[in-house]
Each structure stands twice: as structure tokens, then as C-alpha cells.
DNA sequence: TGTAAACCTTTACGCAACGGCAATATCAAG
DNA sequence: CTTGATATTGCCGTTGCGTAAAGGTTTACA
């Protein structure tokens, strides 16, 4: 089988343009080049391509990459660790960025009449008097060592009234829950309650919600012991009556959509 | 007060590139320009640019923050809220690839001694015999809504024997837990062998280690009354014990590193 | 007062991984 | 032979600056 750039680049689902790109860094290059000037590509450059699109699937750099094909005894697994380091600082990032925005919608939210200027006065002053270097350390040490994961922080962040809704919320969650699992039906009204306020619940430490996770959270109450034990507590089988409840709260929703 | 740009970069902790190229694009204009030809910026400017970084920091491109400062009607609610949108989805994403990545490490640890093409060739077979749209959807199948959290899915890839591992580990620091609670001393030998099966035991549920998140964590068992109740049962305070045993253990850990 | 250091200016290339367009050549079909 | 699809190279644009280069200005010190 010989293959012209779109061929190769539909089969593979990418562009002409980003196989002529490839060959120009070097990363691909066309088995042979007709009298004509096209690239012909056979078998043993769609393996490459594979390769090469494996690699990018995990986000690695073309230079990268490059290396991994090209030289067999490239140490390869240091590159995906290294690389894997690098995602989980991303991601230790990006939860703070996620944070920090969080915040300000809340404080946005909290006074929304307030002009720019004036939000920023506070902000600024300490700004001002020491310098931007500072200012940076004193984010990083407000919003903790960013060791410190995330769904801690969204507790750390909270304000005492948001903590007081938790704390009612979780309390509520019990109450509701163990009412229903004396009706045993839980696709009953007293159960959608304890599911719905369970879901509230959650979205205090989620940073979105989804029915899929929702579902995932439950049943995990079920599967391990710490949290089956506190929900069995004082009516056994809590964990599981809870988890079908979501199951059935959450289908529910899906079918009030259609 | 009036400043050059290398003065108002050093006290905002920016360079005079970045001052020169946001009044390029039009985002900081100086207050004036004197006779020969220096940028010469004031408060207002200062002020501006505290705003700016503000929104910088949370990952807001130029051009957005641009309409934010330039535009005080402009619908920063709005912006913010999209912008958050864009964060989680781009977490949600790093997420996936995070796994992606582990699989690739495991898979390789597991068969090291495989060739990079024997390694793809179970991988290319599926790929030729259909097309990469089918692939693509192939990976987001396999590897779950990507509404699932990150940890479940750690919970859903691991191995069999992966899995006996974490639940033989969970027992031993229990009962390592409960025999230093009856010693008293959460300095001595049995303790500090709880608190490293607890090191062990996390480590399969966490991306990456560090000494603050295990603290931070064993701090949340005290706080939280699920995880106390469920360390506490057969031991009153063992939960605090253990957190105590950690703040020790990792305090040490530091004092061997000097 | 001379001069060197430190500062300022504009212009312009470079980065990653392509997308998009232009000008031109080639191929297959009617 | 024309037409339309496809191929080629090449250049510009994207983001947010870093890093020169080539030159003018200010400041500090001998």
C-alpha cells in the first residue's frame, strides 16, 4: 500500500498540511518521493505515524517524540516520567488558578455594586508598599503550600457561613436518609430528598457537578469501609439505599429532559 | 511619583518588554511621553497595571482583560464564569491524560524487555482496521466519561493484585495504628511504622507525595467526623494519634535530610 | 568636563504546532 | 483540451513575551 499526504492523513485523521509539517521537522519523512515531487508513504511510515500520534496523545512534545522514534535506546520511560511530573505540576496549577477564580466570583457575587476601582484599593495597597515579588509569596502562603490538594483548599477557603451550611447539610443528608431507609423504597420522596440533598452537598467540594460522579462518589460510600461504616452506622445498609437512590435520582433527571 | 518602564516593572515584578508590549497592544498606555521619546507612566497607570496582573494571574488572556479594564460595563461575571469553564475543562482533560500517561508507564514496566514495535503492534492492528475517528473514541470509551474523578479511575485501573495490595496495607496500618495507640508515645518505633504504612497506603491513591498533604490529610481525619469515627472505633483518639505520628514522622524525615 | 555605565528607544527574529492562503505544477476524467 | 481535484513550496498569523542589535539619553564619578 502507497499512500499520498491526504490519503495517509485521512486514514490517520489528520491534515496533508501537518504531514508536510512533520516531514519538515524531520519527524516523518515520505518513504520515497516521486518523479513528480509527491510523498509516497508506505507501511512502515504509518507505523511510525501511529507511533508518533500515540506520543502526542499524551501531550508529549514533537521534540520529544522525535527522540523516542528515532532512537531505540532512548530512555524512554524517564521521558514519560518526567513528563508525568510536569502534568501533575500543571495540574497543581490550574487547581489553584481554579481557586483563585472561584474566589473571585465570590467576591464579585458578594458585592457586586462596588466599581473596579474600588475592589482593587485594598488589593492595592499592600501591592504598593512592598513589591509584586512579595505579593506573589503572599498568595502562595494564603492559599497554602501547593502541596495541599484541592478539595482541601475549597475547605480552607471557606467562609464560616459556608462551613456552617456544610456541616447543617451533612447533618440533613443523615436525617433525610435514615427516614427513607425505614420506607425500604428508594425511588420514594423521603430517598429523592436525601439524594438531592446529598447532591447539594457535594457541590460544596466539587468544583462541578455530574451524575456520573455523583453515582461514582455513592458507590464507593458502598465499596469502602470508612465511609460504609459512618452511612451503616445507625441504619445498615444506608450506603447501598443511598446509592440507589442517586441511581434513580439521577435517572430520573436524564428522563424529565427528554 | 513617575516612572520609567524599568521602574514600574521592578516594583510590579515584570519586565520593561512586557510594559513596552502592553502599550504595543494597546492594554497600558503610558501617561505621557517626554521629550526624548521615554515612556513615563503614573498612580493611574500603576493602578491599571495591578489590575491587569490581577487577571493575569488568573490565566485570562490580554485581550480579555483588555475589555475587562478598558470597558467598565463590559460583563466580567460573564467572562469570569466562561473562563472558569475553560479551566476545569482543561483539568478534566490533564486528568485523562495523567492515566494515559501511568498506563504507558505501567505497560512498559510490565514488558521492558519488548521492542517498541512489538509493544504497538496489538495497538496498530485495531487502528488500521478501522480509522483514528474510531480510535479516538475507542480511548474515551475505555477510559470512562471523563466526568469520573481523577481518583476513581486510579481505583478502576489498578490491578487485582494492585487492589489486595491497598486492602492488605489498609488492615496492617490499622492494626499497626491500634497497637502504637496502647504504647502512648506517637514518637516511638510502632507509631512511626503506622504513620509510614499510612505513607504506603496513600501513595496508591496519590499522584505524588509531599509531607504537607499527608499531614493536611491526616489533619482532615480529626476534623472530619466520617474519618474519625471510622479510626476512632476500636481506639479512641486514633485519629489525632495518628496525625501526630505523621507531623513527627515527616518532621524527621527533614532532620535526616540535613 | 570627559567618559563609561546604565538606562532608554525602535526594529525584528524566535518559540510550538500547526492553519490558511497564494502561486504553481500535476493528475484523472469527460 | 479543459476542468476540477490534488499536489508542491513558501510565507504570514497565532500568544506573550525573550533576546538581541543598533542607536540615543541620562547619570555618576574621576
Chains 1, 2 share one sequence.
Not at 446509592?243 to 435517572?251: G, H, K, L, P
Request: proline share 2%; charged share 30%; hydrophobic share 35%.
Amino acid at each position: 500500500m502507497e499512500y499520498t499526504v491526504q490519503k495517509l492523513g485521512q486514514m490517520s485523521g489528520i491534515s496533508p498540511r501537518t504531514i508536510r509539517y512533520y516531514d519538515e521537522i524531520g519527524i516523518l519523512k515520505p518513504a520515497r518521493i516521486n518523479s513528480s515531487g509527491y510523498r509516497i508513504y508506505g507501511q512502515a511510515e504509518v507505523d511510525r505515524l501511529q507511533q508518533i500520534l500515540f506520543y502526542r496523545e499524551l501531550d508529549l512534545s514533537l521534540e520529544t517524540i522525535k527522540e523516542i522514534v528515532s532512537s531505540p535506546d532512548f530512555d524512554e520511560m524517564r521521558a514519560l516520567r518526567e513528563h508525568r511530573g510536569k502534568l501533575l505540576e500543571k495540574r497543581k496549577q490550574l487547581d489553584l488558578l481554579i481557586i483563585n477564580v472561584d474566589k473571585s466570583i465570590a467576591v464579585k457575587e458578594g458585592r457586586s455594586t462596588m466599581s473596579d476601582k474600588e475592589k482593587f484599593e485594598g488589593f492595592k495597597q499592600k501591592l504598593i508598599d512592598d513589591n509584586e515579588e512579595k505579593y506573589g509569596k503572599e498568595i502562595r502562603a494564603k492559599f497554602g503550600n501547593d502541596a495541599v490538594n484541592y478539595s482541601n483548599q475549597k475547605v480552607f477557603n471557606m467562609t464560616p457561613e459556608q462551613y456552617d451550611e456544610v456541616t447543617r447539610l451533612e447533618q440533613e443528608v443523615l436525617e433525610t436518609l435514615y427516614d427513607a431507609v425505614e420506607t425500604g423504597d428508594p425511588a420514594g420522596e423521603l430517598a429523592q430528598k436525601a439524594a438531592d440533598l446529598h447532591r447539594q452537598w457535594l457541590s460544596y467540594f466539587w468544583s462541578s457537578y455530574s451524575k456520573e460522579a455523583h453515582i461514582g462518589v455513592t458507590q464507593m460510600y458502598v465499596d469502602d469501609e470508612r465511609f460504609k461504616a459512618y452511612y451503616d452506622k445507625n441504619r445498615p445498609g444506608a450506603a447501598a439505599f443511598l446509592r440507589e437512590a442517586v441511581r434513580i435520582s439521577t435517572a430520573t433527571i436524564k428522563c424529565q429532559n427528554r
